[in-house]
């Protein structure tokens, strides 16, 4: 999983092609951390499906908010800069594979 930053989100993720999945998070948010293992599992499982990364919110605020992130967990999906599907706050592992496969 590749951890982003104000710094490099917009060449890791604006301006990357193929599906790219972030999951937005942070260490006071305990869903997130519950949610963490499963995800880290899920990219090294469908690694050649899409690039996984991880955006932690603190120190990033403003940036979650530019991506319409309201509420933690939330997981975006883009496609060529775009986001093209969401899951955010009652997210199960089974979701986020589905949403993934669905999109690959």
Request: proline share 3%.
């Amino acid at each position: 999983m590749l951890a982003l930053t104000k710094e490099n989100f917009e060449e890791e993720v604006k301006k990357a092609e193929g599906l790219i999945m972030v999951d937005f998070w942070s260490e006071k948010c305990e869903p997130c951390k519950a949610l963490m293992p499963s995800v880290h599992e899920l990219a090294e499982k469908h690694a050649d499906k899409a690039k996984f990364c991880s955006l932690d919110t603190n120190g990033n605020k403003r940036l979650a908010m530019s991506q319409k992130v309201l509420g933690l967990p939330t997981i975006l999906f883009y496609q060529n800069g775009e986001i093209v599907a969401e899951l955010c706050n009652e997210i199960s592992i089974e979701d986020v594979e589905a949403k993934l496969l669905e999109l690959a």
